[in-house]
């Protein structure tokens, strides 16, 4: 639709919330129900799903979106040379994990400081543990698993194949981000808890003329009257080059009763002496893992932080 089309408006300005973004075209759906398919007026850019917006309806059910509301958060991520908006306005990233394949823990940690940065509470859930094996597998990912209970993370364990029950309670009154890599998942989970959720995917597919087996863009599903569930592609990669590197320490967690104690006040906690986060690791109070991961995020970031 050409944005030229806001000459032949139908109404006034409305309210919604995009529910699918994929490329320059998003759904937004209004009071009552209805969507309409919008494009952004003009060159302006950073509608993500999420978003409460204003648009201007136009012929049938097209429309423009003329303004973002301001948000609660912003789920995204970012290299030097380019960024990724996901989701707006989440209250939860449920963070896929899966048995198969092997968990990547630095891609959750990375997402969890994003989180930590947004105020938007994290769930760590591992899918697919009716494929859990041998007694070493077992206790590998039970190792991990602790780790972040005793961080304070909640954590579940289920089989979206079997049963996605013990989900549903943690969903309530959330709008909850479904992240993760590929492979873990997720699709069979969003179609156990919102069965309409396979036959949307596929109509979209069959309109871009994309495949149907991978989620290539990112879509909101009602899950009751007070929920929602973010549907988000999949991802092997996390830039966090939108934190400076005082909210990249915050984000790790257990980093922050030692924070704001080290002998100098900027402190990047990689070698400098006085260090209190590093005497912490030093005496086994902090994860070596966790400290590797601060310090190849931190090295990595961009200088144009103050």
């Given amino acids: 639709?050409?944005?030229?089309?806001?000459?032949?408006?139908?109404?006034?300005?409305?309210?919604?919330?995009?529910?699918?973004?994929?490329?320059?075209?998003f759904e937004v759906e209004v009071a009552g129900g209805t969507i309409y398919s919008c494009v952004v007026r003009g060159k302006k850019k950073g509608v993500v799903c999420g978003d409460e917006v204003e648009i201007l309806p136009a012929t049938g059910d097209q429309g423009?979106?003329?303004?973002?509301?301001?948000?609660?958060?912003?789920?995204y991520r970012s290299e030097i040379f380019r960024e990724k908006l996901i989701a707006a306005n989440a209250t939860q990233l449920v963070f896929v994990l899966a048995i198969v394949p092997s968990c990547n823990l630095e891609l959750l940690d990375r997402c969890l400081v994003a989180a930590e940065s947004q105020g938007i509470r994290p769930l760590i859930l591992l899918n697919k543990i009716d494929l859990i094996g041998q007694d070493e597998q077992?206790?590998?990912?039970?190792?991990?698993?602790?780790?972040?209970r005793e961080l304070g993370y909640p954590v579940l364990e289920i089989s979206a194949k079997i049963s996605v029950q013990p989900l549903i309670p943690l969903l309530s009154g959330q709008t909850s981000l479904l992240a993760g890599q590929s492979g873990?998942?997720?699709?069979?989970?969003?179609?156990?808890?919102?069965?309409?959720?396979?036959?949307?995917?596929?109509?979209?597919?069959?309109?871009?003329?994309?495949?149907?087996?991978?989620t290539t863009h990112v879509r909101l599903f009602h899950f009751d009257a007070d929920s929602s569930i973010i549907d988000s592609p999949g991802f092997q990669e996390f830039g966090l080059q939108q934190l400076d590197e005082a909210s990249l320490a915050r984000g790790?967690?257990?980093?922050r009763p030692f924070l704001g104690q080290c002998k100098f006040r900027d402190c990047?906690?990689?070698?400098?002496?006085?260090?209190?986060?590093?005497?912490?690791?030093?005496?086994?109070?902090?994860?070596?893992?966790?400290?590797?991961?601060?310090?190849?995020?931190?090295k990595g970031l961009k200088k144009s932080h103050p």
């Avoid at 944005?3 to 699918?20: E, F, P, Y």
């Avoid at 077992?138 to 972040?148: C, E, G, K």
């Avoid at 005496?283 to 601060?294: D, K, Q, T």
Wanted: include cysteine; hydrophobic fraction near 40%.
């Fill in 138 to 148: 077992r206790q590998a990912v039970a190792h991990h698993l602790m780790f972040y």
């Fill in 64 to 75: 423009i979106i003329e303004t973002t509301l301001p948000r609660t958060s912003l789920f």
């Fill in 1 to 25: 639709m050409s944005v030229g089309a806001d000459r032949k408006k139908t109404g006034t300005s409305l309210t919604g919330k995009v529910v699918a973004a994929y490329g320059r075209h």
């Fill in 252 to 255: 790790f967690i257990e980093f």
């Fill in 184 to 214: 873990v998942g997720k699709s069979t989970l969003l179609n156990a808890l919102v069965p309409r959720a396979q036959q949307a995917t596929a109509e979209i597919s069959d309109a871009l003329d994309s495949g149907r087996h991978t």
């Fill in 268 to 298: 990047r906690h990689i070698a400098e002496p006085g260090c209190k986060l590093l005497l912490a690791a030093q005496e086994g109070m902090l994860n070596s893992r966790r400290i590797a991961c601060y310090h190849k995020l931190v």
